[in-house]
């Protein structure tokens, strides 16, 4: 198989050696037969001590191992800015993407290859969510087989609303477009509970049994403050 690029959108804002560990991780743990592409999607960080912007940095360190690199600035207008302006420039180069924030830590070897056989097959499966699956209604779904094993295809109509949203996921560019823009200038924490009750971000959502356990952290959250705390067009 033709392993197509897969674009890596990282999530943004001050916590530059977090984010410096964050990409350490996934260039010692991912793999992947095809190319990587890294996008820095920084939400007007202020620049490092010695005046490099902070975005440029995070883009020096990626092209220290993904085969091209890229960056946004959504210039303090919030996480939904941040990913709008992220998505405008990954989906002109892939057709499979991995949003992570920059404090999620790769805790051990992850293989993409069957994740986007899966995406890219006709398994009903756009959207692969890799941190553990938390919830506080009742999440259905149903089995089914795919190139990376058992996955959990989720119910769109689940009691539960954060049936896409919650940690690191593996989605197409056309899962991406058809839930749409994300709101801007409100905190994180809102924007991804507007984004999970559109119909879009609740179908073709799967989460991969045989990858990663119930009660497992593929990634870890190494970060002291969440990146949801930040409120857009906050300096602090």
Not at 129 to 138: H, K, S
Request: hydrophobic letters at 40%.
């Amino acid at each position: 198989m033709d392993y197509p690029p897969v674009a890596i959108m990282l999530f943004t804002y001050r916590r530059f050696s977090t984010a410096v560990r964050t990409l350490g991780a996934l260039r010692e743990n991912l793999r992947y037969s095809g190319p990587l592409h890294v996008h820095i999607a920084d939400d007007g960080s202020p620049p490092l001590l010695d005046g490099t912007p902070h975005g440029e940095a995070l883009m020096l360190e990626a092209a220290k191992w993904a085969a091209s690199v890229s960056r946004t600035d959504s210039e303090q207008h919030g996480y939904g800015a941040s990913y709008n302006r992220a998505t405008q420039v990954t989906h002109e180069i892939a057709e499979i993407l991995l949003p992570l924030e920059d404090d999620w830590e790769l805790q051990r070897p992850l293989h993409l290859d069957p994740l986007v056989e899966t995406l890219l097959g006709k398994y009903e499966v756009a959207c692969i969510r890799m941190g553990y699956v938390g919830y506080t209604q009742e999440l259905r779904g149903r089995f089914i087989p795919t190139p990376a094993g058992q996955m959990l295809l989720f119910d769109p109509l689940s009691p539960e609303p954060h049936v896409f949203a919650g940690h690191a996921r593996l989605e197409t560019r056309q899962f991406e477009r058809s839930v749409g823009a994300w709101p801007e200038m409100v905190p994180a924490g809102a924007t991804e509970f507007e984004v999970s009750h559109r119909e879009a971000a609740r179908r073709g959502v799967a989460w991969p049994l045989d990858v990663i356990k119930p009660s497992e952290w593929l990634f870890a959250h190494i970060g002291a403050e969440a990146y949801n705390t930040h409120q857009p067009g906050s300096e602090s």
